[in-house]
């Protein structure tokens, strides 16, 4: 099952220079899937307050233009099943004015909140989303099924430190996947961030932050690439992320 999810942006969707952010098509992607998942049956909400919900572990995003303000932005999305005993893949196309502009794929776990564990992912799940045999990158530089790595930098050149906001907190009680995206921006110089020059981006969630944790966020010039590193008041790594 292929889902078209046609996203109406707002003004907050768009750069100064009228290119969407790169914080707003990680969002229409997301909305997509939050679709797929409704019309497939597997209401997300219902299951998060039944002690079930996916939780996402990764993307990977290549952008090869940005839609512009006034654009017809539409996003297709789909999932190829099981990539794991406690795990699916989700990939994504986005579309402006019928152009392919972006790529993703998404890597998620089925989590039990009761045990505090992955739970097994039913045949009988996956099945109502439609599988497809198809991928959102067929002659990239990676293995689909193994993501790029994130490097650790041997020193960081910017840290700031950050206490989510009630708002950042979703309704499974940890910040939102996609504001850490924001913290990302905040580290980052602001001579790199105002030229809005980012076409791939790589995400690797490893531990929730819930709130009332303090984060130190820190930012690195890692070859071509900009990667941020979260951390918590404990040093633990909470998220990486590089884009370039």
Request: proline share 3%.
């Amino acid at each position: 099952m292929i889902v078209d999810f046609e996203y109406q942006p707002l003004l907050e969707d768009f750069y100064s220079n009228s290119e969407l952010k790169i914080e707003s098509i990680l969002k229409i992607f997301e909305n997509s899937g939050s679709q797929h998942s409704d019309a497939a049956g597997d209401k997300i909400l219902e299951g998060s307050a039944n002690g079930k919900t996916w939780v996402l572990t990764d993307w990977y995003v290549e952008i090869d233009s940005f839609p512009k303000y006034g654009d017809k932005i539409v996003a297709k999305t789909w999932s190829q099943g099981a990539t794991s005993l406690f795990g699916t893949s989700r990939d994504f196309e986005l579309y402006s004015n019928q152009k392919l502009c972006a790529r993703g794929t998404t890597r998620w776990v089925l989590f039990d909140f009761n045990s505090g564990r992955p739970a097994k992912v039913e045949k009988e799940l996956l099945e109502k989303y439609g599988p497809e045999n198809k991928f959102a990158f067929t002659n990239s530089e990676f293995n689909q099924s193994k993501l790029p790595k994130i490097d650790l930098p041997e020193s960081f050149e910017n840290e700031i430190k950050i206490t989510p906001r009630r708002n950042d907190i979703d309704f499974n009680n940890h910040v939102h996947n996609l504001v850490y995206m924001d913290y990302a921006m905040d580290a980052i110089p602001q001579d790199i961030y105002k030229k809005h020059n980012f076409h791939k981006i790589r995400i690797t969630y490893k531990v929730a932050v819930k709130a009332g944790e303090d984060l130190y966020v820190k930012y690195a010039k890692n070859g071509e690439n900009h990667a941020v590193f979260i951390f918590g008041s404990d040093n633990s790594l909470k998220t990486m992320i590089e884009i370039s």
